[in-house]
């Protein structure tokens, strides 16, 4: 059974400062993808990032770092300088690919309310 | 614009009312799931569909029926809702049922049963 586990249930940090959001995962698949959405409070799910578990190439998107380390199973989000417009629930997730073909659906962890304070 | 689409996005009801969430694509998908969003658990599939008249159990399945007639459209249908089943739900879609393929969501649908 595949496992996403977010241990961060909330973080407040001042505008500016850095902040990171850990994504710990559990699958015996050898394939996989893994996720992060963004829930601002209007309450919509906006992707973020895919990563498959081939690639361990950390990624850089304007502020937004992503860290996959499989020897640890991680896969962890950091807001460089971060801002009010980030606050929100961020949730990480995890889809498998099955030996014969197809997925599951997104197993997601159970998110990280983060908050910036100006 | 490619969107998923729910109706109702508020819903309040009471227990044992039959009802329908219906959810729409306009992205020619083959695969639609359902979610269901609940504060400290996150968000847990219900049922998903890989193709017109394929379906499958989620997480959470109890208490719910889908069924797929068409291509664009996935609804959830609520039997007998108990309280139990207040909580946000969500309608997603991908291209193909794969582990790479980003889901699409819908804006969501709050239900409470009284």
Known sequence: AQKVTQAQTEISVVEKEDVTLDCVYETRDTTYYLFWYKQPPSGELVFLIRRNSFDEQNEISGRYSWNFQKSTSSFNFTITASQVVDSAVYFCALNREKSGGGADGLTFGKGTHLIIQP | ?114
């Open chain 2, 1 to 114: 614009e490619a969107q998923v689409t729910q109706n109702p996005r508020y819903l309040i009801t009471v227990t044992g009312k039959k009802l329908t969430v219906t959810c729409s694509q306009n992205m020619n998908h083959e695969y639609m799931s359902w979610y269901r969003q609940d504060p400290g658990l996150g968000l847990r599939q219900i049922y998903y569909s890989m193709n017109v008249e394929v379906t499958d159990k989620g997480d959470v399945p109890e208490g719910y029926k889908v069924s797929r007639k068409e291509k664009r459209n996935f609804p959830l249908i609520l039997e007998s809702p108990s309280p139990n089943q207040t909580s946000l739900y969500f309608c997603a879609s991908s291209a193909r049922l794969a582990g790479d393929n980003e889901q699409f969501f819908g804006p969501g649908t709050r239900l409470t049963v009284l």
